[in-house]
């Protein structure tokens, strides 16, 4: 079974909560919260998340500041206490979304694509290269990958321009 994840992005404190685990608890603690976000403020990237890390980062878990932080960078907030909400709730800072924004916006696709390697993808464990590598060579990476980088780009540019913090949701 594969993981999913989306994003949200939201401004730095709600209803006047600065707090990041609270914060969560207030958004992703009701079980309809998808639908409680207008869709621009929502990304879904679905089971790509790991290979678009893998080809940002060259690794599928690990890597430098900012780019690990477009996907697997942040503060877990389930240590923090939010594991009542059955999620993986992965927190952002607006500095940081703003740093990793700017490494996406000069960062193109083309420049990542290079680390596609479906063998050294399937011996690193990345999560879905065993379904990609039943498909035609590269169509993975052009087909889901190439839109949901691009895409996660905008997301984060946009995050940025408006001062926002990041929250990744897994699971």
Known sequence: ????MTYLRLPPAMEGEPDPGRIAR?????????????PDQMMDIGGA???LHYLITG?????RA????VVCGGRLLTEDGTAE?????IFLAAE?????AEHLAHTPFEAISARYDLPRMLAAGVQGAADWAQRPPQEARDRFLRPAYVALARFFVAAANDGQAIYKVMG
Request: glycine share 10%; aromatic share 10%.
């Open 85 to 89: 909400l059955g999620l993986d709730v």
């Open 26 to 38: 207030l958004v992703f603690g009701v079980p309809d919260w998808r639908r409680r976000h207008a």
């Open 59 to 63: 690794d599928p878990w690990d890597g």
């Open 96 to 100: 940081r979304a703003k740093a990793a």
């Open 66 to 69: 900012p780019e690990a932080d």
């Open 49 to 51: 998340w790991q290979g």
């Open 1 to 4: 079974m594969s993981v999913a």
